[in-house]
Structure formats: structure tokens, C-alpha cells
């Protein structure tokens, strides 16, 4: 997975990829397709949010209309959908868009639910974009 930024685009074959660095920072998954107009709406405000936490999360965008396996294996029925990736696990987030305010207090709880699934798996995240980066080199 070509990875310049906190966010990046995904797709069927590069999908292992992005669970296996879920074991190592919390994803959160975009699934949108070109078409539709919520989408257009909803990722820059992600993209905005995922950067002003500075490295905590990463967002990768799914096209469910290029990726429709990825689309089925998350029962995207409706999108803009919006799930976390934690530890290898899916965890829905929401359908459709959201107000900013309302998606900085999913992310938080997200964050929190992400802690507690690396604590107890023993594991820690990485609290910064430098970890992050670390983490996902080692990995390719």
C-alpha cells in the first residue's frame, strides 16, 4: 500500500494489507463511491479530522464500486459507510453524513474503544504520525 499521507486509498487486493496495519493504529474505513454526492461531502471532512489527530488514526477510502467484495465483506448497504478497523476487527461507525462535530465524537469513542481493545490484546498504539509511519514500514 502506497502510503504518503494519514489517508489513502484501498482496494480488494490490497485489503490484507490494511488489517494487518489495524493490528497497529486504528483505520478508519471510507466507503464511498464517485457518484454519490453525501460522499463528496463526508470524506474532505474526514481527511480534515483524521489530520487533526495528528497520526492516531489513519482513513482509507474504499470505491465500493471498483472494490465489490470490500463493499459486501462490510454489508455496505447505503454509503457514505463509515467503519473502524481495530485490531484486525470491524466496528461500524456510521451510514450516511454527519455533522463535524458529531463525527470528532465518534472518532473518540473510537479512540477509546481502540485503547481498550490494545490493552487487552497486550499491544499499544503508536500516539503519533512518526510511530505510525514506523509501524507501517516495518510491515512492508
Not at 56 to 79: E, G, K, M, Y
Amino acid at each position: 500500500i502506497p502510503m504518503e499521507s494519514l489517508f489513502f486509498d484501498a482496494t480488494d487486493a490490497t485489503f490484507n494489507d490494511v488489517l494487518e496495519l489495524s493490528r497497529s493504529i486504528p483505520i478508519v474505513v471510507d466507503l464511498w463511491a464517485e457518484w454519490c454526492e453525501p460522499c463528496k461531502q463526508l470524506t474532505p471532512l474526514l481527511e480534515r479530522v483524521i489530520t487533526d489527530y495528528a497520526g492516531r488514526a489513519l482513513l482509507v477510502r474504499i470505491d465500493v464500486d471498483s472494490n465489490p467484495q470490500l463493499a459486501q465483506a462490510f454489508q455496505a448497504t447505503s454509503i457514505p459507510t463509515v467503519v473502524a478497523l481495530l485490531q484486525g476487527q470491524s466496528v461500524p461507525l456510521f451510514q450516511g453524513a454527519m455533522p463535524e462535530a458529531q463525527v470528532r465524537q465518534v472518532f473518540e469513542q473510537m479512540l477509546q474503544l481502540a485503547a481498550a481493545k490494545a490493552r487487552a490484546a497486550g499491544a499499544a498504539f503508536p500516539s503519533d504520525v512518526v510511530g505510525s509511519m514506523r509501524v507501517f514500514t516495518e510491515l512492508m
